[in-house]
Structure formats: C-alpha cells, structure tokens
C-alpha cells in the first residue's frame, strides 16, 4: 500500500515580471510558503515599493528566500518535506534572530504545515495571495487558477487559465 504523498507550493515563473516588481524574486520550481511573518514587526507606513508589492503578493521562496507572485501545487516526499522545514529553520536562525534551533524548527514546522493547508486543490493548480494591513492584523486571501482544457506549461503550450472562486 503506497503512503499517501505531501503537497506544498512551489514557485512558478510564468515570466519575468518577478524579478522587475520584487527586490529579489524566488526561482523557478522552489518550495514555497507564504511567509507573512517577515512583515508582522512592520508598521503599514514602513512599505514602499518592491518591499510594499512582496507584502501584497509574494510567497517566499524556500532557498533563495526571493519572492513570487504564483505557485503551483505538487508533491513532495515526507524526507524533502523535512529538509523544506529545515532550511527554513536555518534561515529563522539566521536572518530573525531565532533564539535557538528548536523555536526555529517549532515557528518553520508552523508555515510549511500552514503552506501544505493551502493545497487542498489538484496538483499543478495555481495560487495566488494578497495580503492586507487590517484592524485586527495582517489578512492574507489566496485565489486559485485551474489549467484550462488542453494548457500544458510544461510543453511550451499556451497557458490559458479559469479563476476559481
């Protein structure tokens, strides 16, 4: 009997628009999380320009920690669904000051669990996030987008897709 397999985002480039909006844009086929936390310390007022639009839209690449506008949904086994965690972690440590190694595998487990909630949807369906300033905190919304009959990215075909509800 074959394990059920994990599900997270993962960056998707349609065009090059990511690297001209974001300070620095994720690569193409990297693990994904939304990655709200980096702009909870911030005041609304603090936001201008590439770092306003990485808050609006972008989900945070897992390696290059860039930016994306879209990700897509795949699978991932347990063991690389680790090492998402982990490098995540890592970069929890290194770049926020995580007091120690288990709060930053606690607060990394935390993200990548919540960017696998997001992928309830069929493998390769897009996502989309805006993310907001509200009384209350930061609200984040996600919209999908489902390949029309006869797209295949992979091929090179045109990609003509179907906003879902």
Excluded at 113 to 127: P, Q, R
């Amino acid at each position: 009997m074959s394990r059920p397999r994990r599900h997270l985002p993962r960056v998707v480039r349609l065009d090059d628009s990511d690297c001209q909006v974001f300070d620095t844009a994720a690569e193409p086929d990297e693990w994904a999380v939304p990655g709200g936390f980096e702009f909870l310390h911030l005041d609304p007022g603090e936001l201008e320009g590439k770092r306003a639009q990485a808050f609006a839209s972008g989900f945070l690449g897992i390696g290059s920690y860039g930016r994306a506008t879209l990700v897509r949904i795949d699978e991932l086994a347990d063991e690389e669904y680790q090492s998402v965690v982990e490098r995540l972690a890592d970069h929890l440590q290194e770049r926020y000051g995580a007091p120690d190694r288990n709060a930053a595998l606690v607060a990394a487990a935390e993200e990548v669990a919540y960017a696998e909630s997001l992928c309830e949807y069929d493998n390769h369906t897009l996502l989309a996030l805006e993310r907001r300033f509200e009384d209350s905190g930061v609200s984040e919304a996600f919209k999908r987008f489902l390949p029309s009959a006869g797209a295949d990215w992979e091929q090179g075909k045109p990609l003509v897709f179907k906003k879902e509800p």
